[in-house]
C-alpha cells in the first residue's frame, strides 16, 4: 500500500481504534527488575482464528485441572467470543467478553500456568489482534494480568481542553482508552514464550518480529518482557517489483529506514550508488522506523526524464506533548535498467521545523487570536491531539468538525469552520 499523506491520516487516527490498520506505536520501554526467566515446558492450543473450543490446564494449582471454554455467537461484526474459565468442581472462576481464543503455557512444577487470550474477530484489525495474559494468584484467589513490560502497543490517545479563565490548555481523557498490559499484531505461543508479529504497512509490506520471554517478580502476576532485538522481514523485495518510480522510491527509502540492504540492492542502478545509500539516509533518520511519504509532491515526469525530484516524508515519536514530529526531504534520481525503473542516486536532508512538538501546536495555538476568539465561543471545547498532516503541516480537529493547521516550519495557523 501506498502511505501518501492522505493514508497517513487513517494510519494515525487508527492507532486509538481495534479496527481498520494498525499504526506503528512508537516503543515505550520500561526498565524491568532483575528477574529469572521461566521457560514453558508445555503449549496448549490455540486451534483457529475464532473458536468454540475447551481446554483443561491446572490453572489454581490444584490436582485437577481447570476449564477454560471459549464460545462464540454471531453479530453483525462476525463471530464474538466468550472465555469462561470453572474450576473442576464447576464453580465459575472468570468470564472475559470478546475473546477470540485461548493459549496455555504450562512451566511444570515451578510455576502456575499463564494463559493468553486473544480479541476475537469483532475488535481485530488488519494489523491483528490485542492479547492479554493472566496468572491465577493464590494469595488473592483471583486472575491477574501479566504485565508488558515493553511493547509496541499505541500510547494513549490524548485530548486538550480549552480553559478560558487561565488561557491555556489542559489535558483531557480521549473517548478510546487502550486496554492494559496488552500487546498488540499477530501472536503465537512458542517454546521460549510469545512471539508478536506486527505489519510496518510499508510499501513492500515488511514486519517486525519480536519474542518476549516469562519473568517473575514483576508484580502478583509475571511479566512479559522483550529478548533481544526486533527482527525486521522478509530482507529481500517481495515481488511484484514496484513499477512506477514513485513505488521504485518508496520501497528504496523503507528498505534504507528499516536496514534491510539486500532488499535496497534490488532497488539500485549500480553497486555503487547501492553503497551510497545507507550512509547518508540511514544516518539522518535514526533509530526510527520507516517513514510515511507525502505522495502527492513527487513529480513523475521529472523522475522519468532523469531529472532529480523532491520527497518529502515523516514520523512521529513520542507521547502526550513531547510527541514530535520529524520531516525530511529525499532527493532522488532515477535509471531505467533492463525495463524497470532503479535509483542512481539518493540524499536525506532534515527540514527544520519551528513547530515540532504538539506541545509547540499548543503553545502556538495560544499565541493566535482567531483561534483563541473560536474557543472563547464554544466555551468547554475539546481539540483533538494534533497528527501531522503532511511532512510540514499539523491539524487540530474539534468534534464539531472544525479544524485548524498549524505550519510547523513558520507556525502560521489556519482555521477552517
Same mark, same amino acid.
Given at each position: 500500500?501506498? %502511505?501518501?499523506?492522505?493514508?497517513?491520516?487513517? *494510519?494515525?487516527?487508527?492507532?486509538?481504534?481495534?479496527?481498520?490498520?494498525?499504526?506503528?506505536?512508537?516503543?515505550?520501554?520500561?526498565?524491568?527488575?532483575?528477574?529469572?526467566?521461566?521457560? &514453558?515446558?508445555?503449549?496448549?492450543?490455540?486451534?483457529?482464528?475464532?473458536?468454540?473450543?475447551?481446554? %483443561?490446564?491446572?490453572?489454581?494449582?490444584?490436582?485437577?485441572?481447570?476449564?477454560?471454554?471459549?464460545?462464540?455467537?454471531?453479530?453483525? @461484526?462476525?463471530?464474538?467470543?466468550? =472465555?469462561?474459565?470453572?474450576?473442576? !468442581?464447576?464453580?465459575? $472462576?472468570?468470564?472475559?467478553?470478546? *475473546?477470540?481464543?485461548?493459549?496455555?503455557?504450562?512451566?511444570?512444577?515451578?510455576?502456575?500456568?499463564?494463559?493468553?487470550?486473544?480479541?476475537?474477530?469483532?475488535?481485530?484489525?488488519?494489523? #491483528?489482534?490485542?492479547?492479554?495474559?493472566?496468572?491465577?494468584?493464590?494469595?488473592?484467589? %483471583?486472575?491477574?494480568?501479566?504485565?508488558?513490560?515493553?511493547?509496541?502497543?499505541?500510547?494513549? &490517545?490524548?485530548?486538550?481542553?480549552?480553559?478560558?479563565?487561565?488561557?491555556?490548555?489542559?489535558?483531557?481523557?480521549?473517548?478510546?482508552?487502550?486496554?492494559?498490559?496488552?500487546?498488540?499484531?499477530? =501472536?503465537? +505461543?512458542?517454546?521460549?514464550?510469545?512471539? +508478536?508479529?506486527?505489519?510496518?504497512?510499508?510499501?513492500?509490506?515488511?514486519?517486525?518480529?519480536?519474542?518476549?520471554? @516469562? =519473568?517473575?517478580?514483576?508484580?502478583?502476576?509475571?511479566?512479559?518482557?522483550?529478548?533481544?532485538?526486533?527482527?525486521?522481514?522478509?530482507?529481500?523485495?517481495?515481488?511484484? @517489483?514496484?513499477?512506477?518510480?514513485?513505488?521504485?522510491?518508496?520501497?528504496?527509502?523503507?528498505?534504507?529506514? +528499516?536496514?534491510?540492504?539486500?532488499?535496497?540492492?534490488?532497488?539500485?542502478?549500480?553497486?555503487?550508488?547501492?553503497?551510497?545509500?545507507?550512509?547518508?539516509?540511514?544516518?539522518?533518520?535514526?533509530?526510527?522506523?520507516?517513514?510515511?511519504?507525502?505522495?502527492?509532491?513527487?513529480?513523475?515526469?521529472?523522475?522519468?526524464?532523469?531529472?532529480?525530484?523532491?520527497?518529502?516524508?515523516?514520523?512521529? @515519536?513520542?507521547?502526550?506533548?513531547?510527541?514530535?514530529?520529524?520531516?525530511?526531504?529525499?532527493? $532522488?534520481?532515477?535509471?531505467?535498467?533492463?525495463?524497470?525503473?532503479?535509483?542512481?542516486?539518493?540524499?536525506?536532508?532534515? *527540514?527544520?521545523?519551528?513547530?515540532?512538538?504538539?506541545?509547540?501546536? +499548543?503553545?502556538?495555538?495560544?499565541?493566535? !487570536?482567531?483561534?483563541?476568539?473560536?474557543?472563547?465561543?464554544?466555551?468547554?471545547?475539546? *481539540?483533538?491531539?494534533?497528527?501531522?498532516?503532511?511532512?510540514?503541516?499539523?491539524?487540530?480537529?474539534?468534534?464539531?468538525?472544525?479544524?485548524?493547521?498549524?505550519?510547523?516550519?513558520? #507556525?502560521?495557523?489556519?482555521?477552517?469552520?
Amino acid at each position: 500500500m501506498q %502511505r501518501s499523506s492522505g493514508a497517513y491520516g487513517a *494510519i494515525a487516527l487508527s492507532a486509538v481504534l481495534l479496527v481498520g490498520c494498525s499504526a506503528q506505536g512508537s516503543q515505550t520501554a520500561v526498565k524491568a527488575q532483575t528477574t529469572a526467566t521461566l521457560t &514453558p515446558t508445555k503449549l496448549l492450543g490455540p486451534t483457529g482464528y475464532v473458536t468454540s473450543e475447551t481446554l %483443561r490446564a491446572p490453572l489454581t494449582g490444584g490436582p485437577k485441572s481447570d476449564e477454560l471454554r471459549v464460545t462464540t455467537a454471531q453479530s453483525p @461484526y462476525g463471530l464474538l467470543g466468550t =472465555l469462561t474459565i470453572t474450576s473442576p !468442581s464447576g464453580k465459575v $472462576l472468570r468470564t472475559v467478553p470478546h *475473546i477470540g481464543w485461548v493459549g496455555v503455557l504450562e512451566f511444570g512444577r515451578q510455576h502456575l500456568p499463564v494463559f493468553v487470550t486473544r480479541s476475537d474477530a469483532g475488535n481485530c484489525g488488519s494489523g #491483528g489482534c490485542y492479547y492479554v495474559s493472566y496468572r491465577w494468584v493464590p494469595t488473592s484467589h %483471583r486472575f491477574a494480568e501479566v504485565r508488558v513490560a515493553s511493547n509496541t502497543w499505541p500510547s494513549q &490517545p490524548q485530548n486538550y481542553a480549552w480553559d478560558a479563565k487561565q488561557g491555556r490548555f489542559h489535558a483531557a481523557a480521549a473517548t478510546v482508552q487502550f486496554p492494559k498490559n496488552t500487546l498488540w499484531g499477530f =501472536l503465537a +505461543l512458542t517454546h521460549n514464550g510469545l512471539r +508478536l508479529v506486527n505489519r510496518t504497512f510499508d510499501l513492500n509490506q515488511n514486519y517486525l518480529q519480536q519474542d518476549y520471554v @516469562y =519473568l517473575l517478580g514483576q508484580g502478583p502476576a509475571g511479566a512479559w518482557q522483550p529478548k533481544g532485538q526486533p527482527v525486521y522481514g522478509p530482507a529481500t523485495l517481495q515481488t511484484p @517489483y514496484p513499477s512506477q518510480p514513485l513505488e521504485v522510491a518508496e520501497a528504496l527509502m523503507d528498505a534504507v529506514a +528499516l536496514n534491510l540492504p539486500r532488499q535496497a540492492k534490488a532497488l539500485a542502478s549500480s553497486p555503487a550508488a547501492e553503497q551510497s545509500f545507507f550512509g547518508n539516509a540511514h544516518e539522518a533518520w535514526g533509530p526510527l522506523g520507516e517513514p510515511i511519504y507525502d505522495a502527492q509532491v513527487f513529480d513523475a515526469k521529472a523522475a522519468e526524464a532523469g531529472k532529480p525530484v523532491q520527497l518529502p516524508m515523516w514520523e512521529i @515519536y513520542g507521547t502526550g506533548a513531547a510527541l514530535r514530529l520529524h520531516a525530511f526531504s529525499g532527493t $532522488l534520481q532515477f535509471a531505467h535498467v533492463s525495463g524497470q525503473w532503479h535509483v542512481s542516486s539518493l540524499s536525506v536532508a532534515a *527540514i527544520p521545523l519551528k513547530v515540532a512538538t504538539v506541545g509547540e501546536v +499548543l503553545s502556538t495555538l495560544r499565541q493566535d !487570536s482567531s483561534f483563541v476568539a473560536y474557543l472563547r465561543a464554544h466555551p468547554g471545547a475539546k *481539540i483533538d491531539a494534533p497528527i501531522p498532516q503532511s511532512a510540514t503541516v499539523w491539524r487540530v480537529g474539534f468534534p464539531s468538525g472544525a479544524f485548524a493547521t498549524v505550519d510547523a516550519r513558520t #507556525g502560521a495557523v489556519t482555521l477552517k469552520q
